[in-house]
């Protein structure tokens, strides 16, 4: 029995084994082996605090990050170029207020908010640009051609009607304005639906007949009025302070999220609209949301400074150059509306003998951009 014992043997009438325990030869059964499967887009980074995520677009990043030093260079061009023949020392003296009275109230007083200014109403103008170019699928779809813009210019301009100091209306009406206008071009084209050619047809139809009421408005007003009105109508920054930069500052601190976080789902606008609802997106509430903050984008940019061309068209277009085709690029149209505005508000002081409207530049410099555009094959869809 003890050497029975030693070998392990089981003991009869106990079911025990003695000694060493035999291994169990039975493995229990492993629970199902789970693979997770990386969904992170292949140009994208996943940045992770606590509870929360947030997919970060690489090209995207970088090339804001790109953007970024040159808008500043800009700005530091805008604020030394003059049209008086101030020298850099001087700019330099009244910037930190060591100079005279009248230097440091001229860069201080008229030049810094009227840059200021400038760049809020080239990034709403990018911003607006890249919303309506997305919806309607469409590059030329821009607030310039839609109606936007001249339903804010009609505003403001029939508000200026009978002054006999040409000073225009107030900016609010801008946005007043442009919501009428989009609301004629929407009903007009039968929605913002995916047809983005009767937009831009309907949109082109409408901004014709607005132009025509605001001409008519001018050639009724005397010379001193209408003279104010038409170098506003232009698109100009002058006279723009911080009364007006301020409010405007405000608005897009309150825009520009919701901007982004339409751009974000205007990303799934590049699928069939049926591919799109199954992935539980509304789309005629994702529309109406995005238009109604481009027409409030566009409608206060106007309100301000009036009706810039080609920002609107160029920005969005270069911005996705730089971010690609499968981004809404809105941070970037909004850096590259703001440095094309302050590139040619710098570029007019110092062009010409006399100063230049910023509108003026934009349109000069806009017109062969858009040959560019119209000849240029869409990277997104292949078309031109």
């Not at 339409?262 to 609209?273: E, I, P, Y």
């Not at 309100?303 to 920002?311: E, L, M, R, S």
Request: hydrophobic share 50%; net charge positive.
């Amino acid at each position: 029995m003890s050497d029975l014992r030693k070998a392990g043997a089981p003991v009869r009438g106990t079911g025990e084994t003695t000694g060493r325990p035999s291994r169990n030869t039975t493995e229990p059964a492993e629970g199902p082996v789970r693979h997770t499967t990386d969904v992170t887009p292949p140009d994208s980074v996943v940045l992770r605090t606590g509870t929360l995520s947030w997919l970060l677009p690489r090209r995207s990043a970088l090339a804001a990050a790109l953007l970024l030093p040159v808008l500043v260079v800009l700005v530091a061009l805008a604020v030394t170029a003059s049209s008086t023949g101030m020298s850099l020392p001087r700019t330099v003296s009244g910037l930190l207020g060591t100079g005279d009275a009248g230097t440091v109230m001229i860069v201080r007083e008229f030049r810094l908010p009227r840059i200021f200014t400038g760049l809020m109403v080239g990034a709403a103008l990018g911003i607006a640009g890249c919303l309506t170019q997305t919806l309607a699928g469409n590059r030329l779809a821009t607030p310039d051609l839609v109606g936007v813009n001249d339903g804010a210019t009609a505003a403001v301009v029939a508000a200026a009607a009978g002054s006999t100091t040409g000073m225009v209306g107030d900016w609010w009406l801008g946005p007043v304005g442009a919501v009428v206008a989009a609301a004629i071009v929407v009903l007009c084209a039968g929605g913002a639906g995916s047809a983005g050619y009767r937009v831009l047809v309907t949109g082109i139809g409408v901004s014709t007949f607005i132009g025509a009421v605001s001409d008519l408005i001018m050639s009724r007003e005397n010379d001193n009025t209408a003279g104010g009105v038409f170098l506003w109508t232009v698109g100009s920054l002058n006279g723009r302070d911080w009364g007006v930069g301020t409010p405007l500052a405000i608005v897009l601190l309150v825009l520009v999220p919701l901007a982004l976080a339409a751009g974000h789902r205007l990303q799934l606008l590049r699928f069939d609209d049926d591919v799109a609802s199954s992935l539980g997106v509304d789309l005629r509430r994702l529309r109406a949301g995005a238009l109604a903050l481009a027409v409030a984008l566009a409608g206060t940019a106007v309100g301000v400074g009036g009706p810039i061309a080609f920002v609107a068209l160029a920005a969005p277009v270069l911005a996705q150059r730089l971010a690609g085709p499968t981004r809404v690029p809105v941070v970037g149209s909004a850096l590259t509306g703001a440095a094309l505005i302050a590139a040619a508000d710098a570029l007019g002081r110092v062009a010409a003998p006399v100063e230049l409207p910023v509108g003026v530049v934009t349109s000069v410099l806009g017109g062969p951009f858009l040959l560019w555009v119209l000849f240029r094959p869409d990277r997104a869809t292949g078309k031109a």
